[in-house]
């Protein structure tokens, strides 16, 4: 015989039904109940880290090439321990324009049909502005230069702009 057909046949003689007995009601709290928002969230590396470059050590263009650098020569020398060969690592960086970048990833540049659309939206007013700031920049300089001075050339020269992006191919 199966022991559970005795046990519902059982139940069923009884009068009551072949579900646990129902559970007595709790009394109501005074505090109200919170929706449960502390559920945790299960996410995959890759979503972790793209939203903690930091952790990862890419918060920052030098620091991401570094940490780029360092995990490639890692990956490299832990690949040649496990199969007990003496490791060959040569590691070339190369700096390359956005045109050559966009080239890379499949986009092709065009030339624009309508150059006014694109033309600089420089009022004449702020053109004046800032040609006269660069006139007295060059007159400073050329004193400077006059007198002997050390003269520094200038930031624009030297760095790229903070909206210039630079991209690198790392081999």
Known sequence: LNPKLLRESATMETGG????PP????GKSKTPRKPK????KQKSPAEFFAENKNI?????????LYTTVRELVENALDSAESISELPVVEVIIEEIGKSKFNSMIGLVDRERVDQALYDDYETAKAREKR?????????ILAKNAALGKKVKESA????????EASFYRMI
């Open 37 to 40: 928002e502390s559920v945790l």
């Open 131 to 139: 040609l006269a700031k660069e006139a007295r920049d060059q007159e």
């Open 56 to 64: 990862a050590g890419f918060d920052n263009p030098g620091k991401c």
């Open 23 to 26: 559970e007595p009601k709790k």
């Open 17 to 20: 039904s072949s579900e646990s």
């Open 156 to 163: 624009s020269k030297v760095m790229k702009g903070r909206g």
